[in-house]
T-cell receptor
Framework: AQTVTQSQPEMSVQEAETVTLSCTYD???????LFWYKQPPSRQMILVIR??????QNATENRFSVNFQKAAKSFSLKISDSQLGDTAMYFC??????????FGTGTRLKVLA | GAVVSQHPSWVICKSGTSVKIECRSL??????MFWYRQFPKQSLMLMAT?????????EQGVEKDKFLINHASLTLSTLTVTSAHPEDSSFYIC???????????FGPGTRLTVL
């Protein structure tokens, strides 16, 4: 079965600090796509960053970067210079073959002023 | 701006009634759309894949007779919760399948409360 695990239900970080959210997944496929989505209190899902499994280089998007370890099936998200607007639920997800997205259980991040 | 809309944003209904939720792709002709369900403080679970002009594909454990999906046009998919019960109360989110390898565009969601 293909699964996504986020082991940190809740995290907090001081404004301007750095925080890392963990995600592990399980699949037997060799090619797939990984994503981090953000769900703020408005509940609107927003893409944060994506990574293609065949690319070794870690994706970065402004203050957001990932540490993709394919062998370990790990895909963590690092948020640098945390801002109050980063407060949200963060979901790790991957997509393989059949266009089905599988989401993790989410990590609730709170940025403290 | 938003590229996928949902209506209504919230609805309260009595047990036993049916509720229809609309999902519109505002700037894309979507042959495929997706319906998710999200319980409080839980993840998104794919319920079904809506296919324009053909039957929807339901995920295992999702009752197709209870959650009726119609994708009659390239911009509109509807989810009808039939004979709703309190346990159907949830947050329902749709998305369109325009660019799944790069991003999935989600609607803002519909909160259903069944009394």
């Amino acid at each position: 079965a293909q699964t996504v695990t986020q082991s940190q239900p809740e995290m907090s970080v001081q404004e301007a600090e750095t925080v890392t959210l963990s995600c592990t997944y399980d699949t037997s496929e060799s090619n797939y796509y990984l994503f981090w989505y953000k769900q703020p209190p408005s509940r609107q899902m927003i893409l944060v960053i994506r990574q293609e499994a065949y690319k070794q280089q870690n994706a970065t998007e402004n203050r957001f970067s990932v540490n993709f370890q394919k062998a370990a099936k790990s895909f963590s998200l690092k948020i640098s210079d945390s801002q109050l607007g980063d407060t949200a639920m963060y979901f790790c997800a991957f997509m393989v073959g059949t266009y089905k997205y599988i989401f993790g259980t989410g990590t609730r991040l709170k940025v403290l002023a | 701006g938003a590229v996928v809309s949902q209506h209504p944003s919230w609805v309260i209904c009595k047990s036993g009634t049916s509720v229809k939720i609309e999902c519109r792709s505002l700037d894309f002709q979507a042959t495929t759309m997706f319906w998710y369900r999200q319980f409080p403080k839980q993840s998104l679970m794919l319920m079904a894949t809506s296919n324009e002009g053909s039957k929807a594909t339901y995920e295992q454990g999702v009752e197709k007779d209870k959650f009726l999906i119609n994708h009659a046009s390239l911009t509109l998919s509807t989810l009808t919760v039939t004979s709703a019960h309190p346990e159907d109360s949830s947050f329902y989110i749709c998305s369109d399948g325009r660019d799944l390898y790069n991003e999935q565009f989600f609607g803002p969601g519909t909160r259903l409360t069944v009394l």
